[in-house]
């Protein structure tokens, strides 16, 4: 089915696949940003939900001990105690009306913090110009989580801007080029027998999933879990070892009739230590838990593996969704839970 062209776009009806293969674009959008000046900058706080948190999460990932001071991110109303006048908030809400980041921006302000705001609009951009805050846009017309490295591409200048790690605006670019090829094997034209995104999501479906990543990929597998999520309306979980180790594993340890599927993302670049939890956990688990599905992470570099990975997982999540036999840009049930919410 995945295949056929017309039964594809029976359900396609968004250009979710033209969405998902754009996304590399978005790494070479240029931002400009008026940064304020922090003395003594000492941490940095984002308050973001659902896909305008993700950027955040990507650059932790990304850039790891290369950052040489704190970044937090909110998932809620609740400021940090320790946040006040050496603090950096950027309130990032793809839409501009996300309650809890506007909540936060309130409360930013009464602690004299210095702020940047990232979104396309909405009310935070009126607050913005009306409060003289820092703003940068960044364009609109998709849904958040297809945004995501609009939002890399603006976190990664303002990280530059302040002097914090150099040249990572110039590697998300130079990787834009190396990304747009990589994909080639996963759109729609490539036949399923050559086409790893259609093998996966013909494996998946009819499945709750749970996802596996180490440390160099735990994003990526968030990432997929939330794609699953949203775009195939599935659902999924993901955990990151070594953590599952010491928790979820043993949940793994008797037979037991499941319909779950099993995925794991595995990189190069991980520690040797790791790799032997992967190979140890699933020869114990043998019989127990589903044969997991592997994918190993294409690219010489983190930041390749993990680009590559992700847009994979998009992929796949779309072909699941048609699969599924719905459109996967569409959340028809978070717009009705915000207009129950008021």
Known sequence: MLDEPNYIAQFDRSNGLGMIAGQADQLRHQFEVEAPVVADL????????????LAAEFIRSWLGDRLPIPFEIVRDYTMPAYVGEHTLIIASSYSGNTEETLSFLDQAEKFKSHIIIITSGGKLSELAESRGHALMTVPTGLQPRLAVFYSVKALATVIEHLGLVDGITDELETNAEWLLEEINSFIATVPEADNIAKQVAKRLVGHPIVVYGGPSLAFPAMKWKIDINENAKNVAFWNQVPEYNHNEFIGWAHPKDTLLQV???????DGERVKKRFEVSNKLLSGTMPAPIIVE??????????LWTLLLGDF????LAFLNKIDPIPVELIEKLKKELG
């Open 263 to 269: 995925v794991q993302l595995q990189s190069s670049l």
């Open 42 to 53: 000492r941490n940095i706080v984002l308050a973001g939900m659902g896909g305008s948190a």
């Open 297 to 306: 992470a294409h690219g010489q570099t983190k930041l390749q593996q993990m």
């Open 316 to 319: 796949i999540s779309a072909y």
